[in-house]
């Protein structure tokens, strides 16, 4: 989410206690130009609504094979770790990052050396580092920007960086789609997950029977969909919500849980308008009647603290 006095005010009247806030060059909490002034005010702010900082959220491409584009992001992401640091907020959250021209095997060394020093700088800063499991599977190419889309690979990826500060945004509905078990995947990584993206997911099974998974390849789709997928917000979409929610409670998971809206039913704007993962953020984060009915769904299934 994009912090402004607008959006802490909505969240505070609707009930909401916690954010992920945007920390992108072009946000309002830009890593390298936020001054100690800024981060005393925007505290204040939330603290005077009751909202806690969940994360920092900044989702780059740090393998990225054109090489100016992934030592910028790298150089970047310490800023973003430094600044949650002087925040006081303990998690980052972020894609692994892919070569989209190699296999997810061969990006395993490439991951390697990114965050191995990645992790060495948030033990130190005190910090944990959550990698969301979307795929970035472009619809059109079919490459894919984010390796850490599966426990299969989740299960390499600790092998190459052990640290505990090393862990996972867990989104269920990337999860939905791929066929993946969401609840299996809490119990068999529970202490590893850092931070949840709740989001819904919608599926049109006589599409997908038409076109199969790689989706549709002529139509116009709006969304960030395959066309027989649709991301929504929850409680409108396939996910069991209680099984999700009790199956963190069984793993002792004591972090948030942020919706991520990315849901175009509702959205003021189409997603076939946005170009970045910031712009997301931009298009959806302000859009408040889906937020709202997500919250509905979440509030009566989420233990009281």
């Known amino acids: 989410t994009e912090y402004n006095k607008e959006t802490v005010e909505f969240a505070h009247k609707v009930g909401f206690r916690s954010m992920e806030l945007s920390a992108w060059p072009e946000s309002t909490l830009n890593a390298e130009t936020t001054t100690d002034q800024k981060i005393r005010e925007v505290k204040k702010d939330l603290d005077a609504h009751d909202i806690e900082i969940s994360a920092l959220g900044y989702y780059p491409n740090y393998l990225d094979p054109e090489k100016e584009k992934a030592e910028e992001a790298t150089e970047y992401f310490y800023k973003v770790m430094k600044l949650a640091h002087r925040m006081e907020v303990p998690v980052v959250c972020t894609f692994a990052g892919r070569d989209m021209y190699k296999s997810v095997k061969a990006n395993i060394p490439l991951f390697e050396k990114a965050f191995n020093p990645f992790c060495d700088e948030a033990e ?3 910090l944990k580092i959550a990698i969301e499991n979307c795929p970035m599977l472009d619809r059109v190419t079919q490459l894919s920007e984010n390796i850490a889309f599966s426990p299969e690979v989740w299960d390499e990826m600790y092998k190459v960086v052990p640290s505990k500060a090393l862990g996972i945004e867990l989104d269920p509905a990337h999860m939905v789609w791929q066929g993946i078990d969401y609840v299996q995947a809490i119990h068999d990584y529970g202490e590893r997950i850092f931070h949840i993206h709740a989001k819904d997911m919608q599926i049109d099974r ?4 038409r076109v199969g998974i790689l989706g549709q390849t002529f139509a116009d789709i709006i969304g960030l969909g395959h066309g027989w997928w649709k991301a929504r917000i929850p409680g409108f979409g396939e996910i069991d919500w209680h099984a999700f929610i009790s ?10 849980v942020d919706i991520e809206h990315e849901d175009d039913v509702f959205a003021l704007a189409h997603m076939k308008m946005v170009e970045s993962e910031a712009g997301i953020v931009e298009a959806y984060g302000r859009e408040e009647k889906g937020l709202i009915l997500g919250y509905n769904t979440l509030s009566k299934i989420i233990p009281p603290e």
């Open 124 to 126: 130190k800063l005190g």
């Open 206 to 209: 006589k599409v997908l029977g």
């Open 247 to 256: 199956a963190l409670v069984e793993v002792g998971y004591r972090g948030n």
